[in-house]
């Protein structure tokens, strides 16, 4: 069994009517729905809102891979709680998905090194290509797919050379972005993907579905034959 905890700032949807409309209970119980199917991934759904921001230790210390949306508040998410994060995906105990916006969250940026500065303009169509069809986040992914409305997130992408990159997107504006990458730091593993607009319906999206189930077993610890070095 997989401990998932899917982690949302949960701010626009409670604010938001559209965005409420779209995902009434939030964007981590949509992606939860999905995910809960899998009989063997146990899922915890945490909100920034909750006691200790929805990762107190007995939950952090229980993760085994922890998915990460974030947009407005990311200056809210305490210091402590991202070191915490850290320490754990680089000594191997907890993989990490981070989602569309948490491209600029203190967890993205502390755990990957970088600034995660990239351009963004209005929401328009999005076609994912996967560049990367042998790789296990690919299985039974297209060769591309089409998102009719997504967020336009463009290169340069500053996060440096990525270990692994899985999905390159095009966009009706003529923009192009790295929109699957695999980050390896320290005994762990880090998936970041860009489709995700909380006014889109990305998360509906079975590839979408399925990219991130993917990924889940992807960035997962595997136990290592030695110990690693705290
Ligand atoms: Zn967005």
Request: hydrophobic fraction near 50%.
């Given at each position: 069994m997989l401990h998932v905890t899917i982690w949302n700032e949960f701010r626009h949807e409670k604010k938001l009517e559209d965005v409420r409309a779209l995902y009434p209970n939030g964007m981590h119980a949509t992606i939860g729905e999905y995910l809960g199917k899998d009989e063997e991934l146990d899922i915890t759904l945490a909100a920034l809102d909750d006691p200790d921001q929805g990762l107190p230790p007995e939950v952090l210390n229980n993760t085994d891979v922890l998915i990460w949306w974030g947009h407005m508040v990311h200056h809210e998410v305490n210091d402590a709680l991202v070191a915490a994060i850290r320490e754990r995906v680089y000594l191997g105990k907890m993989g990490l998905i981070v989602l569309h916006s948490g491209h600029h969250s203190k967890v993205f940026r502390s755990v990957v090194g970088s600034t995660g500065n990239l351009s963004w303009g209005r929401n328009q169509k999005e076609i994912v290509w996967n560049i990367n069809p042998t790789h296990p986040i690919a299985a039974g992914i297209p060769d591309h797919f089409c998102l009719e409305s997504e967020e336009l997130y463009a290169e340069p992408f500053y996060v440096g050379e990525p270990d692994e990159t899985v999905f390159l997107s095009w966009f009706e504006g003529g923009f192009v972005m790295r929109s699957g990458?695999?980050?390896?730091?320290?005994?762990?593993?880090?998936?970041?993907f860009q489709p995700g607009h909380e006014e889109c319906r990305s998360f509906y999206n079975e590839y979408v579905q399925r990219i991130i189930r993917n990924a889940v077993y992807y960035v997962k610890p595997t136990a290592p034959s030695f110990d690693i070095p705290n």
């Open positions: 990458l695999v980050f390896k730091r320290g005994a762990g593993k880090i998936f970041y």
